[in-house]
């Protein structure tokens, strides 16, 4: 069964970086995409960013895009999150998630414990 874990998280100011990684405990990521989630006190969780099992697809919510960019490596053993110009709006406990080889579900699974993000003004 797959597990996923994330790493990564810290607490920075405004318009600052974090780089986020999402990895198996064990096996690879092969043959899934992965999503990232947030959510933050009093909110929803939300999916900000999701990359498909080729590598070749990736979606981003609006108030991420041209900030953040998810990408995966390779050997299929992990997959990061580069979040830029970070804001206190980012602030949030950032998850990783597992579909089935496309983005275009709400079916994910094999969540992750979560990595606190704070940006502070």
């Known amino acids: 069964q797959l597990r996923l874990e994330e790493s990564g998280g810290d607490s920075v100011q405004t318009g600052g970086s974090l780089r986020l990684s999402c990895v198996p405990s064990r096996g690879t990521l092969k043959y899934y995409a992965i999503g990232w989630f947030r959510q933050a006190p009093g909110k929803e969780r939300e999916k900000i960013s999701c990359?498909?099992?080729?590598?070749?697809?990736?979606i981003y919510v609006d108030s991420v895009k041209d900030r953040f960019a998810i990408s995966r490596d390779s050997a299929e053993k992990a997959v990061y999150l580069q979040m830029n110009a970070l804001n206190p709006e980012d602030t949030a406990v950032y998850y990783c998630?597992?579909?089935?080889?496309?983005?275009?579900?709400?079916?994910?699974?094999?969540w992750g414990q979560g990595t606190q993000v704070t940006v502070s003004s």
């Open positions: 990359i498909d099992s080729s590598g070749r697809s990736t």
């Open positions: 998630a597992a579909a089935w080889d496309t983005c275009s579900t709400s079916e994910f699974k094999s």
